[in-house]
């Protein structure tokens, strides 16, 4: 079975900092781009960033630009976002995504392994 399982989410306050973790099972996604979306109630699923297969590149949306990184431990399967001086707007369930190509893309279309997502709540 092929998993990915995000953890580290919660209740952060505005300006305030969370780093998101996700765990690769059942295939190894080495060589292939993984990203992190994120969808809030009665909103489409939106891109956050995005990293390429080993980990030489990096993309963001504008709306995070600047504030969030993500990384990831290519032998480890493990995929990070550090997330600083978040905003309301940042409150979403956030997804990990496991690509089908090695090369960093914003396409929601080229990744074919999600996880369950986790909670990301910012209080004012």
């Known amino acids: 079975q092929v998993q990915l399982v995000e953890s580290g989410g919660g209740l952060v306050q505005v300006g305030g900092s969370l780093r998101l973790s996700c765990a690769a099972s059942?295939?190894?996604?080495?060589?292939?781009?993984m990203a992190w979306f994120r969808q809030a109630p009665g909103k489409e699923r939106e891109f956050v960033g995005a990293i390429s297969g080993r980990g030489g590149n990096t993309k963001y949306a504008d709306s995070v630009k600047d504030r969030f990184t993500i990384s990831r431990d290519v032998a480890n399967d493990m995929v990070y976002l550090q997330m600083n001086s978040l905003k309301p707007e940042d409150a979403a369930v956030y997804y990990c995504?496991?690509?089908?190509?090695?090369?960093?893309?914003?396409?929601?279309?080229?990744?074919?392994?999600w996880g369950q997502g986790t909670q990301v709540t910012v209080s004012s």
């Open positions: 059942g295939r190894t996604f080495s060589n292939y781009a």
């Open positions: 995504a496991g690509g089908s190509t090695v090369v960093t893309t914003t396409a929601e279309a080229l990744y074919n392994t």
